[in-house]
C-alpha cells in the first residue's frame, strides 16, 4: 500500500466507483419519509424501516415519469443503484423508478411458487444454457395483436434484417392463457425451426403480466430444448417467467436485442461506450445539480435578511439600554456610599481637643510619677555606691598594701622577709619593710 495520503476528493471518488461496481442496480423495499420537492424537479427523501433508513435522490428526468404522486408514508419498491455523494461523502441511493408496494393474495401466490420452484433447482445458474451467438431463426410467442411483437419486429429489422422470425400466437392474459403459452412454448421444442425463443408480452399491471407467474408455463421453459428469452412487461416488472429462462430481458425490445447481439457486437460495443460516456456526463450533472440544490437552500430573500437584520439590531439595542441603566444604578449606588462615608469620615476639632486635653493631662501625671520613682532608684543606687566604694572602707580602718612594683598585695604568701610595701590610708600614706610573714 502506498504511503502517499489521498485527498477527501480522492477517497470519495474512489469509494463512489467501488459502490457502483459492487452493487448493481436493486430493489430496496421501505416507507417513504422526510419528501422533499426541490426547485429543480428533483425528489429528495429517505427510505426506512424498523431499523435503518437511507437517503435517496430521485432526478426530476426520473421523477416525472412516475404516473402518481409520491407522498411520506408510503410503501414503495424503488429500484436503485448505490452511490455516494462526492461533495459530501454520503452514502445515498441513486432511484431509477418507483412502484407501490403491498403483498397481497397474488403476491403471497408469486413468492409461494418462486420457492418451491428454486427449491427444484429451476433457477439455477448452472442449468441456464448461452444463446446462439449467430441465430438464423427466432421463435416469438406472443399475442399477434400485442404492441411487444410489433416492437421485437421492428427491432430485429433494424439490428439484424437477416434473422427470419417465426410467430407462436398465444393469448397473453386470461384465464387459459398460461395454457396457451405453455403448449406453444413446448410446440417450438418439439419443431426445433429456431435456434432461439422469445417469449414476451408488453408491460402491465401484476394482474396482466400474471399468467407468466403460473408453474405450467415456468415448467414449460424449464423443459424446452430451445435456449428462451424471457421479454415481460416494462424493465421494472418481474416474473417467474424471467427467474426460470435462460436470459431475462427488461422489455420485448430488448428481448429482440440480446437475441441479435451476435450481429452487432461491435455496434453494441460502441453503444455500451456511448452509453458509459452519457452515464458519466449525467452523473456529473446530476451531482452538480445536487449541490445546486444544496446551495440553494443557503440563501435567504434580501426582504428576510433586512428583517432578520432589524430584529438583530432591535434586540441589540434593548440589551444595550438594559445595560446603561444596570450600570447607572450601579454608579448611584457607589455614589451613595461615597457620600456615606465621607460624611462618618468628616473631621471633628472639638472632639479631638478634648482628647488631646485628657491625652495631655494623663502624660503630664505619667511623666511625674516615672520621674518621682527614677529619682528614688537613683537615691538608692547612689547610697548602695557609696556604701561599697574604697574610701568608705578605708574609712572603716582599712588600708591598702601594695609592693614595690604597685600591685595590690592581697596574701602574706606574696610577702618576702625584707620586701618593702607601701600603705594607702583614709587619710595619707606610709611605708614599710616586711620583717616577717606567716
Known amino acids: 500500500m502506498s504511503d502517499t495520503p489521498l485527498t477527501v476528493s480522492e477517497l470519495n471518488r474512489i469509494a463512489r466507483t467501488a459502490l457502483e461496481r459492487s452493487l448493481p442496480l436493486c430493489w430496496v423495499l421501505g416507507e417513504v419519509s422526510n419528501l422533499t420537492r426541490a426547485a429543480s424537479g428533483h425528489l429528495y427523501f429517505t427510505l426506512k424501516d424498523d431499523a435503518t433508513q437511507v437517503r435517496c435522490v430521485m432526478f426530476r428526468s426520473r421523477a416525472q415519469l412516475l404516473p402518481w404522486r409520491l407522498e411520506n408514508g408510503?410503501?414503495?419498491?424503488?429500484?436503485?443503484?448505490?452511490?455516494l455523494y462526492e461533495a459530501r461523502g454520503d452514502f445515498q441511493l441513486g432511484i431509477e423508478n418507483l412502484r407501490r408496494s403491498g403483498l397481497g393474495r397474488l403476491f403471497e401466490a408469486f413468492a409461494r411458487l418462486k420457492e418451491i420452484l428454486a427449491a427444484e433447482g429451476l433457477f439455477a445458474i448452472e442449468r441456464k444454457r448461452a444463446l446462439p451467438r449467430y441465430p438464423r431463426t427466432v421463435g416469438i410467442v406472443t399475442s399477434p395483436q400485442a404492441a411487444a411483437l410489433r416492437d421485437l419486429l421492428a427491432a430485429l429489422r433494424r439490428r439484424a434484417?437477416?434473422?427470419?422470425?417465426?410467430?407462436?400466437?398465444?393469448?397473453?392474459?386470461?384465464?387459459?392463457a398460461a395454457l396457451q403459452i405453455a403448449a406453444m412454448i413446448a410446440r417450438a421444442a418439439a419443431r426445433r425451426e429456431c435456434d432461439v425463443l422469445i417469449v414476451a408480452r408488453g408491460g402491465g399491471s401484476i394482474e396482466d403480466l400474471w399468467a407468466f407467474n403460473e408453474e405450467v408455463v415456468a415448467r414449460a421453459i424449464a423443459a424446452s430444448s430451445i435456449p428462451i428469452i424471457s421479454g415481460v412487461g416494462h424493465e421494472t416488472d418481474v416474473t417467474i417467467a424471467d427467474f426460470v429462462a435462460d436470459q431475462r430481458a427488461a422489455t420485448p425490445t430488448a428481448a429482440a436485442e440480446l437475441a441479435s447481439a451476435g450481429w452487432h457486437a461491435a455496434t453494441m460495443e460502441i453503444e455500451a461506450a456511448t452509453r458509459a460516456l452519457r452515464q458519466g456526463m449525467q452523473r456529473r450533472i446530476n451531482k452538480w445539480m445536487q449541490c445546486v440544490d444544496l446551495l440553494g437552500h443557503r440563501l435567504i430573500h434580501p426582504a428576510d435578511a433586512l428583517?432578520?437584520?432589524r430584529q438583530r439590531l432591535e434586540h441589540s439595542a434593548t440589551r444595550l439600554q438594559a445595560a446603561m441603566q444596570r450600570r447607572l444604578r450601579r454608579s448611584e449606588n457607589r455614589l451613595t456610599l461615597t457620600q456615606l462615608g465621607l460624611a462618618q469620615a468628616r473631621p471633628q476639632p472639638e472632639q479631638h481637643r478634648t482628647r488631646l486635653a485628657l491625652a495631655a493631662q494623663t502624660l503630664r501625671s505619667a511623666a511625674q510619677i516615672h520621674l518621682a520613682a527614677r529619682r528614688h532608684t537613683l537615691s538608692r543606687l547612689d547610697a548602695a555606691l557609696a556604701a561599697l566604694a574604697p574610701e568608705a572602707t578605708l574609712k572603716r580602718g582599712y588600708s591598702i598594701v601594695r609592693d614595690a612594683a604597685g600591685h595590690v598585695v592581697r596574701s602574706s604568701a606574696h610577702l618576702a622577709p625584707g620586701a618593702e610595701v607601701s600603705l594607702l590610708f583614709a587619710e595619707g600614706k606610709a611605708s614599710a619593710r616586711i620583717t616577717s610573714a606567716d
Request: proline share 7%; glycine share 6%; charged share 15%.
Open 161 to 176: 434484417p437477416n434473422i427470419e422470425a417465426i410467430v407462436y400466437p398465444t393469448a397473453v392474459q386470461g384465464g387459459d
Open 307 to 309: 428583517s432578520l437584520s
Open 74 to 83: 408510503q410503501q414503495v419498491e424503488a429500484r436503485a443503484l448505490a452511490t
